[in-house]
């Protein structure tokens, strides 16, 4: 008797995500503001250098709608270690002193 193994259905990006087409930076953004949100300063800078290294990378055959969405990836991510600066400042600034 053969036991075969069934892939898992595959469920439409909306209803794995809640978010239609979500991209992968989209996603790891909604997380590192929710680490944000908690004060987890170490799991918001992790999540922030993945965000780095997918703004990093250059596109083959980029047209102009992507390029413009790099641009606008590459603020947000500014903004981003602008948010982990306030908050490491904020924590260091809330941490009493020995």
């Not at 193994?5 to 953004?29: C, F, I, K, V, W």
């Not at 999540?47 to 980029?62: H, K, N, S, T, Y």
């Amino acid at each position: 008797m053969e036991i075969r193994m069934q892939d898992p259905p595959s469920l439409p990006p909306q209803a794995e995500t809640g978010y239609p087409e979500a991209r992968l930076s989209d996603l790891l953004m909604l997380a590192f503001e929710k680490a944000c949100d908690q004060r987890d300063l170490e799991v918001a800078t992790h999540l922030l250098d993945v965000l780095d290294l997918l703004a990093a990378r250059i596109p083959q055959g980029v047209d102009r709608a992507q390029h413009d969405s790099q641009k606008r990836r590459l603020v947000t991510n500014v903004a981003a270690h602008e948010r982990v600066w306030r908050l490491r400042n904020d924590i260091a600034v809330r941490k009493p002193n020995p």
